[in-house]
T-cell receptor, first 114, second 114 residues
Framework: AQSVSQHNHHVILSEAASLELGCNYS??????LFWYVQYPGQHLQLLLK??????LVKGIKGFEAEFIKSKFSFNLRKPSVQWSDTAEYFC????????????FGGGTRLMVKP | EPEVTQTPSHQVTQMGQEVILRCVPI?????FYWYRQILGQKVEFLVS????????KSEIFDDQFSVERPDGSNFTLKIRSTKLEDSAMYFC????????????FGSGTRLTVV
């Protein structure tokens, strides 16, 4: 079945630590990939997206993600996290094999300790 | 920046009552969606709407649910007879593939069924 997997459910880091959140998908065909962030009590906000071209995409707030097609992965990274990055992070995929539907991973809850 | 607007932000209803959640998508978008997020769980797709009809729906979207675009601006989700397990955050999103494919989400309606 087509799915989006985020293997880290909870991550706790200290400020200035580096972050990498994993995302794997099982869709075939052409994919568009996204990372969304949900700060406590707020709605989903787009961090970054990949459609084509350079597989290393840069988003807002110093986040970046790398699309590795051979690994069906789109991991999110940030070299140095801040307390304000505490949030839940969702990977999401649109595949041309699955209509126009955005499918989310289960989310990773990040807590950054000051 | 254009926004997707949802009202109300919080609705409390008694089990068995009907609720209507309202959304105003971005004006030039053509695809509209409802997602829900039960507390502590992943964001789940409910339904997509295009050209004044449902284009896809999930297993969650049973006969108790319906969507409508009653005029040129509003997009509503109706739950006919609410159940306790309908308690969740409901997100509306709109999408215009020509603008790069990312969905814009509203701030959500927190539905509490008591």
């Amino acid at each position: 079945a087509q799915s989006v997997s985020q293997h880290n459910h909870h991550v706790i880091l200290s400020e200035a630590a580096s972050l990498e959140l994993g995302c794997n998908y099982s869709y075939g065909g052409t994919v568009n990939l996204f990372w969304y962030v949900q700060y406590p009590g707020q709605h989903l906000q787009l961090l970054l997206k990949y459609f084509s071209g350079d597989p290393l995409v840069k988003g807002i707030k110093g986040f970046e993600a790398e699309f590795i097609k051979s690994k069906f992965s789109f991991n999110l990274r940030k070299p140095s996290v801040q307390w304000s990055d505490t949030a839940e992070y969702f990977c999401a995929v649109i595949s041309n094999n699955a209509g126009n539907m955005l499918t989310f991973g289960g989310g990773t809850r990040l807590m950054v300790k000051p | 920046e254009p926004e997707v607007t949802q009202t109300p932000s919080h609705q409390v209803t008694q089990m068995g009552q009907e609720v209507i959640l309202r959304c105003v998508p971005i004006s030039n978008h053509l695809y509209f969606y409802w997602y829900r997020q039960i507390l502590g769980q992943k964001v789940e797709f409910l339904v997509s709407f295009y050209n004044n009809e449902i284009s896809e729906k999930s297993e969650i979207f049973d006969d108790q649910f319906s969507v409508e675009r009653p005029d040129g601006s509003n997009f509503t989700l109706k739950i006919r007879s609410t159940k306790l397990e309908d308690s969740a955050m409901y997100f509306c999103a709109s999408h215009m593939p020509a603008t790069g494919g990312s969905y814009t989400f509203g701030s959500g309606t927190r539905l509490t069924v008591v």
